[in-house]
C-alpha cells in the first residue's frame, strides 16, 4: 500500500458507487490512511470486491441504490467528504439504458449538490471524453470547448457544470483508466487490448489513428487523496487526471502492447468505422503543477495486466 499521508484522520468519507472498479482501489487505500469510510453500491455487477477490507471497524457498507433519495440524505449528512463514484461508465452500457444513465451520472450530481453544506467537500470525477473530437496536434486543457458525443460524456459533462456551479467542489476529468482492480473491468481499451494480445493474440482496429489519454488506476486514486490534501488551493476547479506520457493512437497502444506480447498480430479495417469517434490529446499540467504526479507508466500496466490475465481467465468482467 502506498504510504500516503492524508492529514486529516477521523474524518469520515462517503464513496457512492464505493465497490466499482476505482472504489475497490479507493476505499482500502483510504481506510488505510485512518478514515472512516461509508460505501452506498447497489453490486448490479454481483461483485465482491470490498470482502478483503470489510473486516475493518471503520468500514460501513450500504446496499442501495443512490437514486434512493432518503439514503443518499441520511449518510451525507454524516460525511466530511464526499466521493462519488456511483456512474454508468462507458458509451456502450450508456447508450444501452441512456436513461438510467442520466439518472444516475447527472442527477446524483444536483441530489448531492441540494443536500450538501458549504463545510463539506466533494471530490467528483468525471472524463475527458467530454472534449469530443479535438484539434489536430493540440492538447485539450481545462479551457477547450467541451464537444461529448456520446450519453456517458453528455451526462457526465452535464454533471460536472451542476457540482462546479453548485458546491464547493474539485472535479477530475479522468483519462481512460487501466489496470487491475478487485472489481475488474476488461472493456476499457487498455485492459482490452492487453486481453486481446494475452487471449487471442490478435486484434482488428477500426480507424486507428484516434488518439487517447491514459492513466493508471491506482494513479486516480492517488490523486482523490491529492485532491483531499490539498483541497483549500483546488477547490472550485476541474482538472485534467492522466498520463503526459500517454496520449497514444490506438496503433500506438497496440504496438506498446506487442513490446511485451511479440506474436500479437494487429490488423487494420480501414472500410469500417469506429463507433466510438474521441480523438484528442490531453493537457495534465495543470493538476501537476499543484504537485501531483503519476507512479504508474502505461509499460508498468501492461506488465501488470499479462500477469492478472495469466489467471484470470473469465470473460465477464466489463460494464457492456
Known amino acids: 500500500m502506498e504510504d500516503v499521508n492524508l492529514g486529516q484522520e477521523n474524518r469520515h468519507v462517503l464513496v457512492t458507487g464505493g465497490a466499482g472498479y476505482i472504489g475497490s482501489v479507493l476505499v482500502p487505500m483510504i481506510l488505510n490512511q485512518g478514515f472512516s469510510v461509508t460505501v452506498i453500491d447497489n453490486f448490479m455487477y454481483s461483485q465482491t470486491s470490498l470482502l478483503d477490507c470489510i473486516y475493518d ?4 457498507v450500504i446496499y442501495d441504490d443512490i437514486r434512493n433519495i432518503d439514503t443518499l440524505k441520511k449518510h451525507i449528512a454524516k460525511a466530511d467528504i464526499i466521493i462519488p463514484l456511483a456512474a454508468i461508465v462507458g458509451a456502450p452500457a450508456c447508450d444501452r439504458i441512456p436513461q438510467t444513465a442520466y439518472e444516475i451520472n447527472q442527477l446524483q450530481a444536483q441530489h448531492i449538490v441540494d443536500l450538501v453544506s458549504k ?3 466533494i471530490i467528483f470525477p468525471v472524463t475527458n471524453s467530454g472534449y469530443g473530437i479535438g ?8 479551457n477547450s470547448p467541451l464537444n461529448p458525443l456520446s450519453v456517458y460524456g453528455k451526462t457526465k459533462v452535464e454533471a460536472e457544470k451542476i457540482i462546479l456551479d453548485g458546491a464547493n ?3 477530475f476529468r479522468l483519462a481512460t483508466v487501466f489496470g487491475s482492480a478487485p472489481r475488474m473491468r476488461i472493456d476499457l481499451l487498455v485492459n482490452d487490448f492487453v486481453y486481446r494480445a494475452f487471449n487471442d493474440r490478435f486484434v482488428v482496429l477500426f480507424e486507428s489513428h484516434f488518439k487517447r489519454n491514459y492513466i493508471h488506476i491506482r494513479d486516480v486514486s492517488l490523486a482523490f487523496i491529492h485532491g483531499i490534501n490539498n483541497y483549500n488551493t483546488m477547490s472550485g476547479e476541474a482538472y485534467n487526471v492522466g498520463l503526459s506520457a500517454a496520449n497514444f493512437s490506438k496503433m ?4 506498446r502492447i506487442k513490446q511485451y506480447v511479440p506474436d500479437f498480430q494487429i490488423i487494420e ?7 466510438d469517434k474521441r480523438d484528442y490529446i490531453v493537457s495534465n499540467k495543470k493538476i501537476e503543477e499543484t504537485g501531483w504526479a503519476p507512479k504508474y507508466s502505461l509499460d508498468y500496466g501492461i506488465k ?10 473469465m470473460n465477464n468482467f466489463n460494464n457492456k
Open 304 to 313: 501488470e495486466l499479462l500477469k492478472t490475465y495469466s489467471f484470470l481467465r
Open 57 to 60: 471497524e471503520r468500514l460501513t
Open 269 to 275: 479495417n480501414e472500410f469500417a468505422e469506429d463507433p
Open 169 to 171: 467542489a474539485v472535479t
Open 119 to 121: 463545510d463539506q467537500l
Open 135 to 142: 484539434q489536430f496536434d493540440t492538447e485539450c486543457d481545462e
Open 252 to 255: 500506438e497502444l497496440c504496438l
